[in-house]
DNA sequence: TTGCTTTTTGACCAATTGGTAAAGCCACGA
DNA sequence: TCGTGGCTTTACCAATTGGTCAAAAAGCAA
């Protein structure tokens, strides 16, 4: 009874389970939810179906555990956004770990984008319970920023749409921009990046 | 036989795959390629499902139709770039133009998202036959309006890029966007990608 | 070793799904 | 009105897939 309320897990259960997920995150990142199978990710985590399903109640319960874990990582370089810093030195920090984040951790980017695409019929309770909170507290950040005459007038929300789709573009869109931009692109993605936010941002004298 | 090489389409045959491509846009859009089934098509489009497989071969067959056709539609808006227009006027037009195009048709956004994203199986061969040149070509366009002095210096590829993909955010991500933004959000995008791309590419004097 | 719990497996199942075959229907020109 | 060929449906199939179950195996404390 590996869900057992109180018991600690075991070892075999940490690393067994660290193992499904690790191939379900692959399978799913890579064929979408219903596209991955439980053969798939057995064979991807060496373990018997069976036995996968000994450890999760099911296909579902193993996507939302992936979805609810990277809820986490994927809401970490916002939040290290600080108030009290430097206000282009944080948006610009801020792009940059969007932008690692991307490179370090494309399957968890490509499974949180093709649960959005689909309309997030798994994930949307995390988005307004978790998301929506936080992104607001930090548009407000923004907003003073702009009114203190720190940045540019724009509009918060928009702009961090826009840090979001840029950033997340280079692990989404992968196959699209292999083929167009042929040699690693990260490091002119990284140089471009800097430039655009850094332009938009700058408060006109 | 409706694939009967020479014989042209009777009105029946372009009524019913006018009715099956556009329930497999829909059903597609929404649960990508391997979530849609062929009785959902069917469903949606009012047909059986053997009469479905009476127009088309089978369900990867309306898969790639569908993607043939949106990659006409996808590259127009960049197809009408001018290089003898007004470099500003041109780049600004073709972000609205983009825009306007991921609101108009955001189901066909979607699609394109969710072929690329898992890898481009089926597409591939049109984006190195048909997107490659004309990317090519007028990120050289760009580069010529750059070392004309008429923009400010920046890597073409990457500008594209975050064209593409701070236009699709709002069909693609829609889902997160309504949690977050929760009015029509098309106008501020409007005003807000104007201004982002005005003062990214305003030369300094 | 013994005895108990945890883990693993092979065999199996019902539902779904892409696809087929053949018979029936229907429009329409001769 | 009667064929004839294009269109549609009913009935069906084999493969896949998420999931179950009971028994076997492996740990492990005494």
Redesign the interface.
Known sequence: MPDGSVKKPSRIQTRNRRLILDAALDVFS??????ATLDQIAEAAGLSKPNILYYFAGKEEIHVTLLSQLMETWLDPLVEMDASGDPMEELLGYVQRKLDMARALPRES?LF??E?????PRM?PH??AD??PL?DEKCAVIQGWIDAGKL?P??P???I??I???T???A??D???Q???GQD?ME??R???D??FR??LSPQP
């Open positions: 890579a064929h979408g939810y219903r596209g490509r984008a093709g959005i695409l689909q309309g997030a949307r988005l307004v998301l929506k992104f540019a724009v509009d929300r928009h702009l749409f826009s979001w789709s840029t997340q573009h280079y989404d869109f196959a699209q921009v083929v167009l931009s692109p002119g993605a140089r471009y990046l430039t655009l332009r938009v």
